[in-house]
């Protein structure tokens, strides 16, 4: 190993560490402290002050820049759950329904929520996807975030995503539980090689010190499961931020 990547792999740990112990109060807001809305996505304006910050999500990964490494390995211990689900206005939500977990670089972590976005809110290369889901977890002590996303393409229909679109509440921001079981398992990719950043919450109030893992395995979804998303969100998506000197690292496992 060259010393420079000795240099690139301390500044990870010490990125992954800065974002486990830096949160002391909760960053995953209950509820929204001011309407807000994808067409204007200046939301500092709104008060929220943090979505103006240097180390703001999404952002376009290059590939060509992206510091190659060996990184840690995400364990996932999932076990199924019944469904729990909001339409919050803002996009379609699952609810953390009993204890899920994952460990990362020596940290706990549990499931919270997933939801979607359309387009895909990451790009890859200067590309979107034409969707990517988000799985949010904290650190029940640090409260620390981290999300896992995946970039989903046209493709196969996806048995997940079908009990999610049937489940769909109708009416908005009223959690309903259903009887369907869901199984984060079956869209966890067998290669789960991931892109790695420090980032925020892509909707306000953009709470920074978001340890991102985008998985470079893409789902599928087939083209009649995107278009019944949407037909209702068709463009969730928080417009690219800027990287300023932040590293991207790839998992090279
Ligand atoms: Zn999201």
Request: net charge negative; proline share 6%.
């Amino acid at each position: 190993m060259t010393s420079i990547n000795s240099l690139k792999l301390l500044s990870l740990s010490l990125i992954l560490t800065l974002a486990s112990c830096s949160k002391t109060e909760d960053p995953l807001p209950e509820s929204e402290a001011a309407h807000w809305d994808y067409e204007h996505t200046d939301w500092t304006d709104l008060g929220y002050v943090d979505c103006s910050g240097t180390i703001q999500s999404p952002v376009n990964i290059l590939s060509m820049e992206t510091i190659k490494a060996d990184l840690p390995n995400v364990s996932i211990s999932y076990s199924p759950f019944p469904i729990k689900i909001i339409d919050n206005g803002h996009t379609l939500q699952v609810n953390n329904n009993g204890v899920n977990k994952i460990s990362y670089n020596g940290h706990d972590y549990e499931f919270k929520q997933f939801h979607f976005h359309a387009h895909s809110e990451h790009q890859l290369d200067g590309k979107s996807s034409e969707m990517e889901l988000h799985l949010v977890h904290q650190d029940p002590n640090s409260k620390a975030l981290l999300v896992l996303g995946f970039f989903i393409e046209p493709g196969s229909a996806n048995d997940l995503f079908d009990k999610v679109l049937k489940n769909w509440p109708k009416e908005k921001e009223v959690e309903q539980t259903g009887t369907d079981s869901i199984d984060l398992n079956s869209i966890i990719p067998k290669d789960k090689k991931y892109f790695t950043y420090t980032g925020s919450l892509t909707t306000p109030p953009c709470s920074q010190g978001v340890s991102f893992i985008l998985f470079k395995q893409h789902l599928n979804f087939s083209t009649e499961q995107i278009s019944a998303f949407t037909a209702v969100y068709d463009h969730n998506a928080r417009p690219i931020q800027p990287l300023n000197n932040r590293l991207v690292f790839e998992d090279l496992n």
